[in-house]
């Protein structure tokens, strides 16, 4: 019995040569049609543009980016049966201009991932081992996130079934996930692969591993939380690596099946391989629009503080006093909620919260909305460094500042753009006017040092 499949892989420059005719032969003898639909992806080019061709000498073994290649082997290959023995030895110069060290083993799941992120629609692919490098990193980077959390979870309570407390990063990630899990199951459904793993990406290297399993520390290593808080962070540093794995399966299969054989038990899950899971679905009711406000909030200060230290040259293990000044009563919660987050991760010695009416010392300065983030820098700044720093940025909104005024004078954009538009920008001069008049008032502050 003929069984249909449902989608046929190819490259566009066979459609007429193999896949019409599949169609055509199957209606003939079955009177029924192969497949329903077909994905046509892109021709993969070497790091010119041209076409791989034996001839040319410029073809790429997926194998041996898999395992890797040295370069006489690599050479060999390249040169051996050619139709055109002349080409030889440009062949083999060429091979050793771009692999002067062969090639290195990048792994199955590096070079799956890549191909996926490269997949854009009707677009050919300029292969670039920079990416395959990179994606190589990934596969690290999961791994040692995987090693961070079971070595802070395994002989632990992990709150799978006793009274836990979460935190705001764990909050703010476990709705995160949330998103990502959307953005990727709708990507995959619409055959954008590079869509999907790109949202995979960002979230697990970006959001999981870079932040969260930061702001897990303080709560794991510190004595500022109960026993219930550290049950609640340890629960989401498993659940949500377990959705990880499951979410990123398709990507690449081998590193997610081996870590899940440890995590996804830790996570409460049972069965023989992380292939017969379900995957990952988004709960709408998990998103929380306020510990995503808080965490990006938190994520800005300890940033804002970290651009300081390294535009100023402080040293990261120096703790510093740190100032905030012109901020709402919504930040000033956020900063009764997250000292401890703040003092641990980004090194401080002390939080000092000034009200408007309060002069502020002089100071490296960052916003965070219209906040300002003072770092005093008596004692720890090269003062022409700042002044200088603080130049450039000023120049940079003056010229802002400049283009909107422009926009706004100009009669064609103000009668004729939508007035949401037009108000948009009349709100973007604002911020910018407000941001360079508060870097001014700083900049004569430094110079008085």
């Not at 009177?31 to 993969?44: A, C, I, M, N, T």
């Not at 476990?174 to 590079?194: G, H, T, Y």
């Not at 930040?331 to 939080?351: G, H, P, Q, V």
């Not at 939508?418 to 910018?432: C, F, I, R, S, T």
Request: glycine share 6%.
């Amino acid at each position: 019995t003929f069984h249909p499949t449902d989608v046929l892989v190819t490259g566009f420059d066979i459609i007429f040569f193999w896949v019409a005719r599949m169609i055509m032969m199957t209606l003939k003898f079955t009177d029924q049609v192969p497949f329903k639909k077909v994905y046509v992806h892109g021709l993969v080019r070497d790091n010119d543009g041209q076409k791989m061709s034996k001839s040319k000498g410029n073809v790429l073994d997926p194998l041996d980016m898999i395992d890797g290649i040295t370069l006489d082997a690599l050479v060999d290959k390249r040169t051996k049966g050619l139709m055109q023995p002349q080409k030889e030895k440009q062949i083999a110069k060429r091979t050793h201009k771009d692999f002067p060290d062969g090639i290195n083993p990048y792994g199955t799941d590096a070079l799956r991932f890549t191909f996926l992120s490269l997949a854009s629609t009707g677009r050919d692919i300029k292969w670039d081992m920079g990416r395959i490098e990179g994606y190589r990193n990934f596969c690290n980077k999961i791994w040692n996130a995987a090693r961070y959390v079971m070595m802070n979870t395994e002989g632990e309570d992990c709150g799978l079934s006793g009274e836990v407390e979460l935190s705001l990063a764990d909050r703010w990630i476990i709705s995160a996930l949330q998103r990502a899990e959307r953005e990727v199951s709708e990507a995959l459904d619409s055959f954008r692969f590079d869509v999907a793993s790109h949202a995979a990406y960002e979230f697990i290297w970006n959001e999981y591993c870079d932040w969260y399993l930061e702001l897990s520390k303080p709560v794991l290593w510190g004595d500022d939380y109960s026993e219930a808080q550290k049950r609640g962070t340890r629960r989401t540093l498993v659940t949500v690596l377990e959705a990880i794995l499951r979410l990123a399966h398709p990507f690449m299969p081998f590193i997610t099946e081996e870590i899940w054989q440890k995590i996804g038990p830790m996570a409460g899950k049972s069965g023989d391989t992380i292939m017969l899971q379900a995957f990952p679905a988004s709960d709408a009711s998990k998103i929380d629009e306020e510990a995503e406000t808080g965490a990006e909030w938190v994520k800005a200060v300890i940033t804002a503080v970290r651009n300081i230290r390294g535009e100023m040259g402080i040293p990261m293990g120096k703790a510093l006093p740190l100032f905030l000044h012109n901020g709402k009563d919504s930040d000033k919660a956020l900063l009764d909620a997250n000292r401890t987050f703040l003092s641990k991760l980004a090194k401080l010695e002390s939080i000092t919260w000034l009200n408007a009416e309060d002069s502020a010392p002089a100071s490296a300065t960052a916003l965070v909305g219209d906040m300002e983030i003072l770092v005093p820098m008596a004692g720890l700044i090269d003062k022409d460094a700042e002044i200088e720093r603080l130049s450039k940025e000023i120049d940079k909104l003056r010229k802002e500042v400049g283009r909107a005024e422009v926009k706004l004078k100009n009669p064609k954009f103000v009668d004729k753009a939508p007035q949401a538009v037009v108000d948009k920008e009349k709100a973007k001069l604002d911020d910018y006017r407000s941001q360079q008049a508060k870097l001014e008032e700083q900049l004569e502050k430094i110079k008085y040092l």
